[in-house]
């Protein structure tokens, strides 16, 4: 069956992850939306976030098979065990660490985009249990005082799971098209570009 060509649908989806409004004010959120949706949000209006969070989902569809669940669900678990230390232990690592980890997940997934080849499963999980821990320390350290903690928690793990999900629907998306892949690969060097910004941001 001949692949579809347009590319529309695909460009669409991701500019619209990208062109998503920066982060709120973590107290604001919470008084704003309350503890479950201010979880919810934090993810998904910070944009270094959202990119590591959908690329996750995107590399792990590009692997196929069991990776598509195992690599994101391995993501999800290691960023829980990285909250509630986040959330117990908040000073124990820097805040530059953490956003080095982060903008570091960024520049990873984009450039494996980029590359466009499945990696094994094995060194995929091995990746995102690393990162996974930063990005839930980063979440579990910044809850507000305000929130109602497991509320809050259980907001940004099902914001988490929704973009990754999101990119695996992206990439699934793609290899319907014939330039599918072509955009992802594209979508990849923005990727590493934006994660390198935030990079430099981070050890500056």
Do not use: C, N
Not at 175 to 202: C, N, P, T, W
């Amino acid at each position: 069956m001949t692949r579809r060509r347009s590319p529309v649908p695909i460009l669409a989806v991701l500019l619209t992850l990208v062109l998503t409004q920066p982060a709120l004010g973590h107290e604001d959120q919470v008084i704003e939306y309350g503890s479950f949706l201010a979880g919810l949000t934090h993810p998904v209006l910070g944009l270094d976030h959202l990119l590591a969070l959908v690329s996750v989902g995107i590399v792990s569809a590009i692997i196929g098979g069991r990776a598509i669940w195992t690599v994101p669900g391995m993501f999800v678990i290691m960023m829980g065990v990285g909250g509630i230390t986040g959330w117990l232990f908040p000073d124990v690592f820097a805040g530059t660490v953490t956003e080095i980890a982060i903008a570091s997940t960024v520049i990873l997934r984009g450039g494996l985009l980029v590359w466009g080849q499945a990696i094994p499963v094995s060194a995929a999980t091995a990746a995102v249990a690393f990162f996974g821990f930063f990005h839930g320390y980063a979440h579990g350290s910044e809850i507000p005082d305000i929130a109602d903690t497991l509320v809050y928690a259980v907001g940004f793990m099902l914001g988490t799971i929704l973009l990754h999900l999101t990119g695996v629907l992206i990439a699934e998306v793609a290899k319907r098209y014939q330039y599918g892949l072509l955009v992802l690969r594209g979508a990849g060097m923005l990727f590493v570009v934006i994660g390198a910004s935030f990079f430099l941001d981070a050890i500056r």
